[in-house]
């Protein structure tokens, strides 16, 4: 059954009928999902129910592991992003993605931003790439905290920093979707703060699609949530509707904590 946005709004993503096997074991069954574009979803529900293992679906980090296999057709702008004919590394452009735990180059905090913009030639010159840094570093909350030290190494920035330092790396490309995997699980509660403010004004201007362990973080940021359960999607709709009136009693269970 295909899940869908309660309200009409514009589509950004489409999974039909997806499965992903590891080996033989099979990871995700006939998961079929319309996402929404610009606004954040949330995939929540127990470790190994499947949601990491979706979410790298959409930007084909799956293909990296030899035992993987990916069926089911995901649509984005008119192409089914599985096909032999799309190239991943653009499709990587496209979306992005930002990981549980902060992995900055060991490069400079410019040189970190700049990476993505110059491997796709999409700066005409130093200028341009320089504005587009700052611009990034700006969208991401930590232009004001860098702006005196770009030629200062990242890997001297704090956790909560480098977080961040990931995500202005991530949409220096200007990708369409952004992925996060956990972006908070190795964050402090002040760090992890300062990343969902920056969620929330970052959806203004991406599809946000984020896996989260936290429900109290899926309530706070995101305005889908997907709940996940042994490689299926058993519910999708408005996060307050969910965590408040859950309509699969697998769903009501996981968020009352009589599973996890």
């Known amino acids: ?77 008119g192409f089914d992003i599985n096909s032999a004919l799309i190239d991943p590394v653009l499709l990587r452009a496209r979306v992005g993605m930002v990981f549980q735990k902060p992995n900055p180059f060991p490069k400079t905090i410019f040189e970190n931003v700049a990476y993505g913009p110059r491997i796709h030639g999409l700066a005409e010159s130093r200028g341009a790439l320089q504005d587009m840094v700052e611009d990034s570093l700006k969208k991401a909350g930590l232009w004001d905290e860098v702006a005196d030290r770009l030629g200062d190494q990242a890997m001297g920035l704090s956790g909560g920093q480098q977080q961040r330092l990931c995500i202005a790396r991530a949409i220096a490309v200007g990708p369409e979707v952004l992925l996060m995997d956990e972006p908070c699980s190795a964050l402090d509660p002040i760090a992890t703060s300062l990343i ?11 599809t946000i ?52």
């Not at 319309?34 to 293992?53: H, M």
């Not at 929330?200 to 201007?205: A, I, S, T, W, Y």
């Not at 997907?226 to 009693?249: Q, S």
Request: aromatic share 8%.
């Open 1 to 77: 059954m295909r899940m869908k946005p309660t309200e009409t709004s514009a589509i950004k993503i489409s999974a039909n009928d997806v499965n992903v096997y590891y080996g033989e074991k099979q990871a995700l069954n006939n998961v079929s999902i319309d996402l929404q574009e610009r606004s954040v979803t949330a995939f929540i529900g127990p470790s190994g129910c499947g949601k990491s293992t979706f979410l790298r679906c959409f930007n084909r980090m799956n293909d990296v592991i030899a035992s993987c296999r990916v069926e089911g057709a995901i649509m984005m702008g």
């Open 196 to 206: 969902e403010e920056l969620i929330d004004e970052l959806q203004k201007r991406f």
């Open 209 to 260: 699609l984020i896996v989260t362990h936290s429900m109290q973080q899926a309530a706070r940021v995101s305005q889908k949530t997907a709940y996940f359960h042994h490689g299926n999607l058993v519910e999708y709709g408005d996060t307050k509707e969910v965590f408040t009136r859950p309509k699969n009693e697998k769903t009501e269970a996981y968020i009352s904590g009589k599973i996890g």
